[in-house]
């Protein structure tokens, strides 16, 4: 039998496996690994991914994002920043890893238990959204923490002392700072590339087109100005509704994954546009 370390990153390879395919293909450190508990922990160079902090990264970003709508907050995780109680408890690995086991028997040993040569195939989203809701709802009331989540709602601090240019933030120092009229200019790229399947890397369909966010038509020409035009009929297609795999189709990629860099790529492009600008 197989004894995982318990301070290695091994120990959250199930909550790994539990993660629904939309959050997975997310995250490039865990695309880089086999869907065989087997082939990982018998390879070193897999081991090594394994206990890199990118995996933790993703592992955070992938775990937050699937247990924080069960927290009862409005809006997305990225609307809130890092010193947000539920968003910061929404990451805790070990807490998710350690419900796993202890309420569905999902853990190492069994999935050890799967013969050497079949993968494991991601189970069915609703089922895994359905299993973390009750897990976090667990984790609530064995905790007692439902009367801190009640005041963090009623007291909300929207500014959460970080300086990310969120969605929340800049609401909050406009109408601290009364500017919402003057040197106005696109909030930010997050608002342009989030719906509601896919988090931060889809346009948002469901409020506004990426036209319609941004105020300042000369701030939103000068920023596309910096744009390839790759880059530029990439944005343009998800604006006007296309999935990943049909832009991909559309431009020569050989899957949707090469979209999905490039829709990061701007993002980061957009982020160093913002500060400059500043």
């Not at 090594?48 to 993703?58: A, N, T």
């Not at 929404?90 to 040993?109: F, H, P, Q, R």
């Not at 002392?161 to 500017?179: A, G």
Request: aromatic share 12%; glycine share 4%.
């Amino acid at each position: 039998m197989t004894v995982i370390p318990t301070d290695s990153n091994a120990q959250f390879l199930p909550l790994m496996f539990f993660l629904p395919e939309r959050l997975f293909i997310r995250c490039p450190t865990l695309m880089r690994l086999p869907r065989n508990p087997h082939s990982i922990l018998s390879n070193q160079e897999l081991l090594d991914i394994v206990e890199s902090d990118q995996f933790l990264d993703d592992m955070f970003n992938a775990a937050s994002l699937l247990a924080f709508p069960h927290f009862g907050f409005k809006g997305w995780k990225e609307d809130y920043t890092g010193y947000h109680p539920a968003w910061i408890l929404s990451g805790a690995l070990s807490t998710w890893a350690y419900m796993l086991d202890k309420e569905v028997g999902w853990n190492i040993k069994m999935l050890l238990e799967r013969s050497v040569d079949k993968d494991i195939p991601f189970m069915p989203t609703e089922f895994v959204e359905h299993g973390m809701g009750l897990i976090v709802r667990k984790v609530i009331d064995e905790g007692n923490l439902q009367p801190v989540l009640d005041v963090v709602k009623e007291m909300p601090c929207d500014e959460d002392f970080e300086p990310r240019r969120s969605n929340v933030r800049i609401d909050f120092l406009r109408k601290w700072y009364h500017t919402r009229s003057k040197n106005v200019r696109m909030i930010s790229l997050d608002a342009c590339l989030e719906d509601e399947e896919h988090g931060i890397y889809e346009i948002e369909d469901k409020s506004s087109s990426f036209e319609e966010s941004v105020i300042a038509e000369d701030f939103c020409q000068r920023f596309k100005a910096r744009l390839s035009q790759r880059d530029m009929e990439i944005l343009e297609l998800r604006v006007e509704g296309f999935t990943y795999e049909v832009i991909a189709d559309k431009l020569g990629y050989k899957n949707h994954s090469g979209v999905i860099k490039r829709i990061r790529a701007i993002e980061k492009e957009f982020i160093k546009y913002e500060d400059e600008q500043q």
